[in-house]
């Protein structure tokens, strides 16, 4: 068995009175495509929020690549932040900014790189999601919902992580679109051997791109495991959720 990439434990997360998970724990494994699934509000978004420094949980523990990362003094986890790549359930593209910028952006804050190295390795990276040179030279503003995606993507891979995490990245897309960008990651990950942790509700996607997921619904995992694992499982939600 591969070591586990993310071990959640125990994770309990108020927001006020209010509970949004309830002594939660699952793991995600090396090279795995995992999602986590949820009808709306149930904190899809808020543990994933948990697993990359954002959002601190009020009680439990969540290891990534063998950090317990509420537990790091800012220097560790800068070190970390570095190994995983983010996109953001509204792309958060930075607006002012050309597509390269936004890619060329961490290399510059975080590498010593020289700009024609940095230049090099921005292309690469337009070359890999299928956006075009001069595509690279657009703002954001000038691209279509997919191309945004695709741009978020490069920049989310710009440090060369080993994990990515995407938040609905195929939500606002259209069926084409989506299919395409599900394409991609999965070659992403034979190419790189990442691991993905995708938030979605998207059936299709997860059809077609997860190993395994967990299933949050009333404040639990209630069902994990392949998708097969999950439709097996009895429970009022499964239903309603999977037959959208
Ligand atoms: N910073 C915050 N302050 C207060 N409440 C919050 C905060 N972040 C999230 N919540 C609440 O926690 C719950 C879970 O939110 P979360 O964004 O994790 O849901 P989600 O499963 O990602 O939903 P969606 O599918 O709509 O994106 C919601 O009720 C939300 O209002
Ligand atoms: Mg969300």
Known sequence: ????????????TRFGEYLVHDDISFDIYEGEIFGLLGPSGYGKSTMMREMIL???????SIEVLGKEVWKLGEKEAVELRKQWGVVFQESALFSSL??????????????????????????????MVGLSQSDGRKYPSELSGGMKKKAALARALAMD???????????SLDPVSAAEFDSL????????????????????????????????????????????????????????????
């Open 161 to 171: 992580p080993k994990l990515l995490f995407l938040d609905e990245p195929t939500s």
């Open 185 to 244: 990651i999965l070659s992403l990950r034979e190419l790189l051997g990442l691991t993905i942790v995708i938030v979605t509700h998207d059936l299709a996607s997860i059809r077609k791109t997860l190993d395994t997921m967990v299933l949050f619904a009333d404040k639990k995992v209630i069902a994990r495991g392949t998708l097969q694992d999950v439709l097996k499982t009895r429970h009022p939600i499964i239903e309603s959720f999977f037959l959208q």
């Open 1 to 12: 068995m591969k070591a586990p990439v993310v071990r959640v434990r125990n994770v309990s």
């Open 54 to 60: 954002l959002q601190e949980p009020d009680s439990g």
């Open 98 to 127: 050309s597509v390269e910028e936004n890619i060329a952006l961490l290399l510059r804050e975080y590498t010593n790189m020289s700009p024609s190295l940095i230049r090099r390795v921005v292309a690469t990276k337009l070359e």
